[in-house]
């Protein structure tokens, strides 16, 4: 007759179960590595019987891909802690390597004292692959991004340069800029509200329609129509639960008359800075594109004197000075007023040296477009 209540007994009974059937592979070994009971998942993962690696060290799984200090961690951690979590490439009885994501336990009796250890691991192999996958095509992604931003434009009356410098592997900032004509340039800046994927997905799917919209639109009012258009739509087509909306702002130049017309839509502004160290903020718009069914577009236009820059930048760049916005705005822009002497190329240099603390990473994307009109 068994000395167990009918209680622990069936804890027992229903433990018995649990590591019989166990999804995750589970032995114990004793304090020399020995080990002593192997589950089924155990056997399905690694190849090998219960009645091959009882008796055997898990050494019969190692692949020698990790150093001995590997091991040495671990062994350190469980002494110190009684426990350890982790991830081994590891080699199943067919040779096959595999990737194993692991936790080990120290087991201890009453008094406290160490007794055995208790291994629970899982084949994370297609986790692992997939992984691997989904960093390469994000890689090609960011590379297929940054190949249609515009490429520097430079002339006897014009210099724009941008910056793109996303806080992932993709961003929602983009820039471009077209000549319309032998006299007048189109530039844009927007950023997608988001990070990651989507925003991107969006961000490529407005730049498409840029080209032609700012070559035949023209007008700063015309294009921010057009584009909401073209959001609302977008979403409104594919049955989408949720929209996205865009800050941006766009700045028409005409070098032969020496003039500019922009507008801002929800934008952070852009700074104008006259050859006389005159400085204009360019903050005349309406609300980001995509947030309202019909949006009423405001425009500014600012006549130029001497040789003048616009510096035109993302959110991203202005949070780096702080998390107060009107601060950060003046802050950036008596920066870029110090830095006027340069061309457009050495502008974005210093503002990225000097903004930047963070081992060249920013929190947020961050984009930047710098024109100088000669």
Not at 17 to 36: C, P
Not at 166 to 188: F, R
Not at 258 to 274: C, N, Q
Request: hydrophobic share 40%; net charge negative; glycine share 8%.
């Amino acid at each position: 007759m068994s000395d167990l209540s009918p209680s622990v007994e069936q804890q027992l009974q229903l433990a018995a179960k649990v590591f019989k059937y166990s999804l995750e592979a589970i032995f114990v070994t004793d304090l020399t590595g020995q080990i002593q009971i192997v589950n089924q998942s155990f056997e399905r993962i690694t190849g090998y019987s219960a009645r091959e690696a009882v008796g055997q060290n898990p050494r019969i799984l190692k692949s020698g891909k990790h150093p001995i200090e590997y091991y040495q961690g671990i062994w350190g951690s469980l002494a110190k802690n009684g426990q350890w979590q982790g991830e081994f490439i590891n080699k199943r009885k067919s040779g096959e390597l595999y990737y194993q994501r692991t936790t080990i336990a120290t087991i201890k009796d009453k008094d406290d004292q160490p007794i055995s250890y208790c291994a629970i691991f899982s084949d994370v192999t297609k986790v692992k692959e997939a992984e691997r996958k989904l960093i390469s095509d994000l890689k090609l992604a960011r590379q297929l991004q940054k190949s249609v931003l515009s490429k520097p434009l430079k002339n006897q009356y014009i210099d724009i340069v941008g910056a793109y410098l996303p806080s992932a592997e993709l961003a929602g900032d983009m820039y471009a800029w077209y000549q319309i004509d032998d006299h007048k340039y189109g530039v844009i800046l927007f950023d997608i509200m988001g990070h990651g994927v989507a925003s991107s997905l969006v961000s490529m799917s407005i730049l498409s329609l840029l080209r032609g919209v700012i070559t035949s639109s023209r007008k700063p009012e015309k294009l921010f129509a057009e584009l909401n258009q073209h959001i609302r739509l977008l979403y409104q087509q594919n049955g989408m639960d949720q929209s996205y909306f865009f800050t941006a702002i766009y700045v028409l130049i005409d070098v032969k008359e020496r003039v500019i017309e922009y507008s801002s839509a929800g934008h952070p502004p852009g700074f104008l800075i006259m050859e006389d160290g005159e400085v204009q903020d360019l903050d005349v718009g309406c609300p980001p594109i995509g947030l309202l069914p019909e949006l009423i577009i405001e425009t500014g236009r600012i006549s130029l004197k001497g040789r003048t820059q616009l510096f035109l930048y993302t959110d991203g760049l202005m949070d780096s000075f702080g998390k107060e916005t009107s601060r950060n705005i003046d802050n950036l822009k008596k920066l870029v007023v110090g830095l006027r002497g340069l061309d457009s190329t050495q502008l974005l240099e210093r503002v990225l040296l000097q903004t930047n603390s963070n081992d060249g990473h920013f929190d947020d994307d961050v984009t930047m477009v710098a024109i100088t009109i000669n």
